[in-house]
């Protein structure tokens, strides 16, 4: 399981790439899976601090009791309409583990500059996985840039 620190150091260029097309956009996709085996999509917000990625919950949310049962996830950056300028679209999936230390739940309240109001779920990250797909030029093709954790980065085209 890699922090987000550890995947930064393996694949600095791409991992720079997917933070900034990420942080782009307030809100975010979030996969998780129900009790039933079956996904559940929501909505939210995630947080690049102290070289880590995190993710955070309203007490009790569906999508928080998802990530305690079973704490498997997928994640993608907002979608937004390509064009000329299009950055690309970024996916990380992974794992989580809730933060219950009240210090780190203090210290990424503080760096949001804002907070939740009350009790709230926290997880720190670790990423198996980190895709970025874009056009290429020409603008005929697309070009995936995956690391998976264990295997460095690959780079694949497709027509």
Known sequence: MASWQEVTEEAQELAAAVKEIFDAHRH???????????????????????????????WRSKKALDLLRDPRFALH??????????????????????????EEKSAIRQEIGEGPI???????VNVHEMVLTRVGDPPDHLVIELWREGEGVRRFERK
């Open 28 to 58: 975010k996709v979030l996969a998780t899976l129900r009790k039933d085996g079956s996904p559940r999509i929501s909505g939210t917000e995630v947080i690049f601090a102290f070289g880590d990625l995190w993710l955070g919950g309203m």
């Open 118 to 124: 009350g009790p709230f779920h926290l997880f720190r």
């Open 77 to 102: 950056s907002a979608t937004i309409d390509p064009d000329d300028n299009w950055p690309g679209d970024a996916k990380i999936s992974g794992t989580v583990k809730e933060v219950q230390d009240q």
